[in-house]
């Protein structure tokens, strides 16, 4: 994993990229905001007030914003109410942007800061929810998704969504296939990408496996650029002997490199056995989808899954 996060340091290097921590009362953030500040790779943005944080932590270098006391909250109150489109009054507005998650979350939306990382106090709704309101997905994209990337010496595949969407449409998942070959050259990988179904190349007809033969079409119309073909089944995405056999012809079966699950139970369950019997390392869920990077920290989460959790967001914010 640290040849990766490298890697990605030096897609950062220089670019002067801004991530927002709301949860400036956490150690684990402090701690990585600091080590993001010594190094230069990444401008932390630490929600909260500077002197609340223990006197052991030397934050003199780090920046520090105030909800309750900042000379951009009446622009950011405006901005928001603009945003939301009716849907929240001036007077809500205010007291929503004392929350720091939407704080930090219109910072990003206004462009003060690239990226947000939060989760490492609040839950997954607490960070995602602000993020689906105000920044929205990318044009063309109907939802966030959640990838994995799962690591194994070096060896490297992304597999989604893992996270968040329970049963996504064909829309969806054509959505998935493109954005995770984008995610996928992010980290070094040429995408192929399987859209995976118990069904290989017409071997079975269900509904199911109708949806993921219409989600490859319409991947395929978008002109991408990328290698996506499917349906197919794991061993036939894998395998290069079952991939020959089972679909000849594509260029994806038996090479492919970032799977698309046909829903989240299949996603849950297959990143968590590569994971536990295979031992590959599962670095996520790193959300998708969005127009500016969000992400959610496990409340279990340590310093180091911060830090690089916050390097990923800065690499995500040169995605275009």
């Not at 602000?130 to 690591?151: D, E, N």
């Not at 290698?227 to 061993?235: A, K, R, T, V, Y």
């Not at 849950?268 to 969005?290: D, H, T, V």
Request: glycine share 8%; net charge negative; aromatic share 8%.
């Amino acid at each position: 994993m640290a040849n990766i996060i490298n890697e990605l340091k030096q897609k950062i290097e220089g670019k002067g990229l801004r991530v927002v921590f709301p949860e400036s009362n956490d150690e684990r953030i402090i701690e990585a905001a600091i080590r993001l500040e010594d190094e230069g790779l990444v401008k932390p943005i630490l929600i909260g007030k500077r002197e609340n944080v223990p006197n052991k932590y030397d934050v003199t270098d780090c920046e520090f914003i105030d909800p309750n006391s900042n000379e951009i909250f009446e622009e950011m109150v405006q901005a928001f109410v603009e945003r939301r489109k009716g849907k929240n009054t001036e007077e809500q507005a205010r007291t929503m942007l004392l929350d720091e998650n939407y704080f930090g979350t219109m910072l990003v939306y206004m462009g003060l800061a690239d990226g947000l990382v939060s989760g490492s106090c609040h839950s997954t709704g607490e960070t995602v929810r602000p993020a689906l309101q105000i920044i929205k997905t990318k044009p063309g994209v109907s939802r966030t998704f959640g990838y994995f990337l799962m690591v194994r010496d070096s060896t490297k595949y992304i597999f989604g969504d893992c996270a968040i969407n329970p049963n996504p449409t064909a829309e969806n998942l054509a959505e998935f296939a493109i954005e995770s070959a984008k995610a996928a050259e992010m980290f070094g990988i040429t995408p192929k990408v399987a859209m995976l179904s118990f069904s290989t190349n017409g071997s079975a007809d269900t509904e199911e496996t109708q949806k993921v033969i219409r989600a490859t079409e319409i991947a395929k119309s978008q002109n991408s650029g990328y290698e996506i073909d499917g349906e197919m089944q794991f061993d036939a995405a894998f395998v290069p002997s079952v991939g020959a056999k089972k679909y000849p012809g594509s260029t994806v079966a038996g090479q492919a490199n970032t799977f698309i699950f046909p829903d989240l139970n299949s996603g849950n369950i297959g990143y968590k056995i590569a994971q536990r019997l295979g031992g590959f390392e599962a670095m996520g869920p790193i959300l998708a989808g969005l127009n500016k990077p969000v992400n959610d920290l496990s409340r279990g989460c340590d310093s180091e899954d911060v830090y690089n959790t916050a390097i990923i967001t800065a690499a995500q914010a040169l995605i275009k």
